[in-house]
């Protein structure tokens, strides 16, 4: 079987692109392709980080099939350029996943565990979100910052840190703590689903990476906002 030319290869890329974005967020047959990468900036990190370059891409395609015909190229893509969009397009449809850099030696605390208990295993563990569990279900996250906000609004409420340290247990924390600054999913979460998510909500601490993405499930990994720099550098370099 003969080589596939550059122009074969970048057509083959686009056309890979151009279906997943379609069938994935349900878009119209009939919708151009620019529109096509514009409505998927804001559901899709690859989409957004690679937006010009993709719709420079819809350009080069036009330039280089004769009247849509793919057996009949009139142009050659560059390699480095036909290399790029297939990078693309293995992070559109075969990305990387979360699950792979993110920290599995999980520290997590039940819910009746007390402030000062709570705050010393952050300091011994160097960790500042830990999963808390009642009854073997994830009821929410414990946040150093969160934590200390809350231990300086009790202070100036007029309670005193011994009180607050024992008698406080982190459940009654997590009304303070909600649902928005945490998420659960299950371990094929990809790093562009995971960006986007940080993305879309920047008061996400933490998510939580279990088998299927049910609240009854172990913890396997943790994602946190700081990953979302390593995330970017497994996106950049991904061949």
């Known amino acids: 079987?003969?080589?596939?030319?550059?122009?074969?290869?970048?057509i083959?890329?686009?056309n890979?692109?151009?279906y997943s974005l379609r069938v994935r967020y349900g878009l119209n047959r009939s919708m151009g392709f620019s529109d096509v990468v514009r409505k998927c900036v804001s559901l899709n990190y690859v989409v957004r980080k690679y937006e010009d370059d993709l719709i420079d891409y819809s350009r080069l395609r036009n330039a280089i099939v004769h009247q849509g015909n793919k057996?009949?190229?009139?142009?050659?893509?560059?390699?480095r350029v036909v290399e790029h969009i297939e990078k693309i397009n293995k992070l559109?449809?075969?990305?990387p996943k979360c699950i792979d850099i993110c920290r599995r030696d999980i520290v997590s605390v039940d819910?009746?565990?007390s402030m000062e208990k709570v705050i010393k295993l952050m300091?011994?563990?160097?960790?500042?979100n830990l999963p808390v569990y009642k009854d073997n279900k994830i009821i929410g996250i414990a946040n150093g910052q969160k934590i200390l906000d809350a231990l300086g609004s009790y202070l100036l409420s007029g309670g005193k840190s011994k009180t607050f340290l024992e008698n406080v247990q982190i459940q009654d924390m997590l009304s303070k703590i909600q649902s928005i600054y945490y998420k659960i999913a299950s371990t094929d979460l990809t790093m562009e689903e995971g960006l986007n998510e940080f993305h879309k909500n920047p008061k996400l601490l933490a998510i939580l990476l279990t088998k299927s993405g049910g609240q009854d499930e172990q913890p396997l990994g943790i994602v946190t906002g700081a990953d979302a720099i390593e995330m970017n550098k497994v996106i950049d370099t991904f061949n």
Not at 1 to 10: D, I, L
Not at 92 to 95: A, F, G, L
Not at 123 to 128: D, T, V
């Open 71 to 79: 057996d009949f190229i009139i142009a050659e893509p560059h390699l």
């Open 92 to 95: 559109i449809n075969t990305p």
């Open 111 to 113: 819910a009746s565990a």
């Open 123 to 128: 300091a011994s563990s160097k960790y500042s």
């Open 16 to 18: 890979n692109i151009d």
């Open 12 to 14: 083959d890329a686009f």
């Open 1 to 10: 079987m003969a080589e596939k030319t550059n122009a074969e290869r970048f």
